[in-house]
């Protein structure tokens, strides 16, 4: 099993999961968002 992550911020959405997606060849993303106080 080869296991890998990253973490990447980007302020226009649509165009980081592009990014994301082309660039990587896992089966699956995980997305998430961080809550700012």
Do not use: F, N, P
């Given at each position: ?27 699956f ?5 961080s809550?700012?106080?």
């Open positions: 099993v080869k296991v890998q992550a990253k973490v990447r911020c980007s302020s226009a959405i649509e165009k980081g999961l592009v990014d994301e997606a082309t660039s990587t060849q896992a089966g993303l995980i997305l998430g968002r809550k700012k106080v």
